[in-house]
């Protein structure tokens, strides 16, 4: 539970037709896509087909204060989220953090059929906490993650995070706001394979 004054900053949603809804909020909600360049827009469509999720991003300053009307994706009136968490992500070469500041997670109601609710919860949560695409080639061998879990073309059907997909977020949290992903992969690695070798 949040403490007194927070606010909500994320969204998951079930519903028909997700492609047709999030076209829809393309065009009648253009607030929740504000600030968010074209490619980022086509990236949110690429991945399964069952899903569409994003995040909206805010500027702060070096200590942390948010800079005025930086906030991307979103309005003062209608903002789905006002607070940032904790994952931040700095470009190669903008200098100054850039915050999640929200995330939407839209998924179709068909594709959940097998599926159980911890499944849902745990593709949401690596969805919302890290700035990640589900677009990975289920047909080919990979590192074991919840990413793959509306992936027709996977074997692999994930019953909760892997081991690899905690360690990601371990990794995510823990390095410098400034690290690259190739880092933070690398990391994720390395914690991924000590677990490997405690467990063995």
């Known amino acids: 539970m949040g403490g007194e004054g927070c606010k909500p900053n994320a969204f998951v949603g079930v519903l028909n037709n997700v492609n047709e809804v999030f076209d829809s909020l393309l065009k009648e909600e253009k607030w929740l896509f504000t600030g968010l360049f074209i490619y980022q827009k086509k ?18 300053n070096i200590d942390g204060t948010e800079i005025p009307g930086k906030q991307r994706g979103a309005s003062d009136a209608q903002s789905i989220a006002s607070s940032a968490n904790r994952v931040h992500y700095t470009g190669r070469s903008n200098r100054t953090p850039v915050e999640i ?3 939407v997670v839209l998924v179709e109601t068909a594709a959940l059929q097998g599926k159980t ?15 990640v695409t589900d677009e990975i080639d289920g047909s080919r061998p990979s590192l074991p993650t919840i990413l793959t879990l509306f992936d027709p073309s996977s074997a692999y059907q994930p019953p ?34 000590a677990a490997d070798r405690v467990e063995e």
């Open 101 to 103: 500041a929200g995330a």
């Open 117 to 131: 609710f911890r499944q849902l919860a745990d593709y949401a949560t690596i969805r919302i906490l890290a700035s």
């Open 160 to 193: 909760e995070l892997s081991g690899f997909d905690r360690a990601y977020l371990d990794a995510l949290y823990e390095l410098p706001i400034n690290s690259r992903d190739a880092q933070v992969i690398a990391a994720a690695g390395r914690r991924y394979r």
């Open 43 to 60: 990236r949110i469509s690429k991945g399964s087909e069952a899903v569409r999720a994003w995040h909206v991003f805010g500027e702060r």
